[in-house]
Every structure is written in C-alpha cells, then in structure tokens.
C-alpha cells in the first residue's frame, strides 16, 4: 500500500512536470517568423561608433570631407553611431541586443580560416565553417544550410525565401537542391503576376549598378517587400552588398551613406511587419555580417581576408518577442558566427541538426530550446 501511494505521488509530480514542460513552449516562445539579414563587410567599428575619423577626414577617400563631416560627425561615439543607424540606437539596442563592441569586452568572431563573403555566408548559414569553401566562386554549397533544414519541416515547407544583391548568394542556399525560392542580383521576378512585379524587372533590367552583377540594395529591399506583401514567408533572408564594394573602392562617405540606408530600410521592414497581423510581434530579426575589414588606410581598411588584420571580428544584432531587451553587451564569453543558423532555429522552436557539425545556439539571444 506504502509503495503504491508513493508510486503514484512520484506519477502525478512526473506528470505535473510534463504537463507544464509541454505547456511552457507554446505560451513562453513567441516567434513564428524569422528575418536573417546580412550587410556585407560592415565594421563593428561604425555599428558601435559610427563614422571613423581616420577614414572621414582623409581626402583620398572623400574629397569633400567638410561635407562628410556635416552629415556624419559629432563628438562622441553615441551622438555619432546615432546619426548613422538611428534605427538600431533608437529601437534594437532599446528593445533587442547587440553583441560586438570590443571596447566594451563583447567579442564576435568568424571561425573560418579566410575572412571573405562565401566562407562568411557558408558559416552564417550552415552554422559550419567549412575549409573547402575557400572562393568566391559560384559553385553549389555541400553543406546542408538552416534556411534548407527549415523549409523541409511540414509547417514550413515553401515559405522560405531568400532576396540577395549578390548572385552568389544563390548557390550559398545552394537553391537548385533546397528548392528554396531565391531571387538574385539583376535575377527578374518570374512570373510577373502583378503590376509591381513588373516595375520591379523594369527597374532592375534599366538600373545603373556601380558593380557589376550586383543588383542596388534598395532594389533589392523592394523585391523582398514585395514578396512578403504577395506570399508572407515565414523565413526571409535578406541579403545586401553594397556596403562591401563601396569599401573595396575606397568610397568612405559612400559606404557610411549605403549604411545609414540600410538602417533606414530594416527600420522600414520592422515597421511594415507590425502593421500585418501575421508579423506583429511574432517576428524575430537577426542581422549580422560575413566578415569585418581593415582599422585605418594603412591596415587595409579597404579590405578583409586573413592579410588584413583582426578583418575576423564582426558582430549581431537580435530583435523579437523571445530575445530580452538587454541592448548593447559588455564583457561575456566571445561568440561565432557559426553560432548564428542554430540561433535562428532555436528561435522558431528547432533544433538544427544536419550532417555537419553545427555551432551551438546562443542562450541569450533564444533563451527557449528547440524542440
Ligand atoms: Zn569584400
């Protein structure tokens, strides 16, 4: 009789447990789509500092440098990194996080070997670092990717999307065998269904691209806008490049101007998703970086790669319903960027697993696990 009573006490705590286990999923975690972003070669420096004054007020970068000062600088870090990203000052570091401003001791890191685009969106994606991904070369990714892993679970099965200024993006998804829908570089929207469809292939078939190959970020932006407003994927990665180019060509100010846009673009893009009910405050944005570049004209600051110093350093910002509003870090245990795929997942309520090694999640920015 002893036993049995104390056999069933033991059944009911274990079922309490289970019951509340089961239960706290669903009601804890709230995020049921995920915006991945990536801005090509963009330094911690300007996202934590904002414009560099080694960089602004040297003329063989900008010959109009009292303009740039006008637009760009102020006295101190805050005023300035304010001026640049408004959008990440005023409402990612209020209401989400950002990891990677070394002078105040939080560290994000690369862990590939090479510090340029492909290895970078490899390990983003796969959350692998993977040495046999070792150009820029267009070939198909081996590795089985988050964004692949996501679109073959039933509940999102064809609602993942990728819009990329660079072609190459498109075999990083390595879209021929995920059967992930990727839009690419001067790629036109097919079938043009609707009027917008159509201005969008006329705008991109008539732009003046600075780079070759490479369709204007904002071109891109809308391509994505569009898509989200016509098919509401529930996995988006947006992919921009401008900022890269405009760095290898030395264009300082350029690049600062592209950066303030983006801001202003991902600040568009969050309001827009509060306004739809299936996004409103289900949404989570994870925005980071392939790699970092060069400290001063000097150290290569128009370039990145394992010949360029500390070029390896980057960092994240998160933003949603399940990451705590702890803004700016300091201090804490350094981070990867193979760290980012199993994030995202986990933020879904996934575990990312695949034939490769995958970088563990980061508790604080999904705190929940994944089932
Ligand atoms: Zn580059």
Redesign the pocket.
């Known amino acids: 009789m002893r036993w049995q009573t104390s056999f069933l006490i033991v059944v009911a705590i274990v079922c309490c447990f289970d019951l509340r286990a089961q239960s706290s999923a669903p009601v804890s975690r709230h995020t049921e789509n995920i915006v991945l972003i990536t801005l090509?070669?963009v330094r911690w420096q300007e996202v934590f500092a904002g414009a560099d004054s080694i960089l602004l007020f040297d003329q063989s970068y900008y010959q109009d440098t009292a303009g740039a000062r006008k637009q760009f600088w102020a006295p101190t870090p805050e005023e300035r990194r304010n001026r640049l990203m408004p959008f990440f000052w005023n409402t990612m570091a209020r209401q989400g996080q950002l990891y990677g401003n070394r002078l105040k001791g939080s560290r994000m890191n690369v862990s590939n070997l090479y510090w340029?685009?492909y290895p970078g969106y490899n390990e983003i994606l796969s959350g692998y670092a993977d040495e046999r991904i070792n150009s820029n070369d267009k070939k198909n990714n081996p590795n089985t990717t988050v964004l692949e892993f996501l679109n073959k679970q039933p509940a999102l099965q064809g609602k993942v999307a990728v819009f990329s200024s660079w072609d190459v993006i498109e075999a990083a998804v390595n879209e021929e065998r995920s059967g992930i829908y990727a839009n690419s570089a001067l790629e036109a929207i097919q079938p043009a269904r609707t009027a917008t469809d159509s201005l969008l292939n006329a705008m991109v078939s008539n732009v003046r691209s600075d780079f070759a190959g490479v369709r204007p970020d904002v071109l891109t932006y809308y391509a994505a806008w569009n898509h989200l407003r016509q098919h509401q994927p529930r996995v988006l990665f947006l992919s921009f490049d401008e900022t890269?180019?405009l760095?290898?060509a030395g264009r300082y100010a350029d690049h600062l101007r592209m950066l303030q846009t983006l801001d202003r673009l991902i600040g568009d893009l969050w309001q827009t998703l509060q306004s739809m009910p299936q996004y409103k405050d289900k949404t989570s944005f994870l925005i980071t970086t392939d790699?970092g570049?060069g400290h001063t004209p000097k150290a290569r600051w128009k370039?990145?790669g394992t010949k360029t110093p500390d070029s390896y350093q980057i960092w994240l910002a998160a933003l949603g319903p399940d990451t705590p509003p702890s803004g700016e870090q300091s201090g804490g245990e350094v981070i990867f960027q193979h760290q980012v795929a199993a994030t995202l997942a986990r933020l879904l309520g996934y575990t990312f697993t695949c034939e490769h090694p995958v970088g563990a999640p980061i508790p604080t920015v999904s705190p929940f696990s994944g089932r």
């Open positions: 090509d070669g340029f685009s890269d180019d760095a290898h790699h570049r370039d990145h």
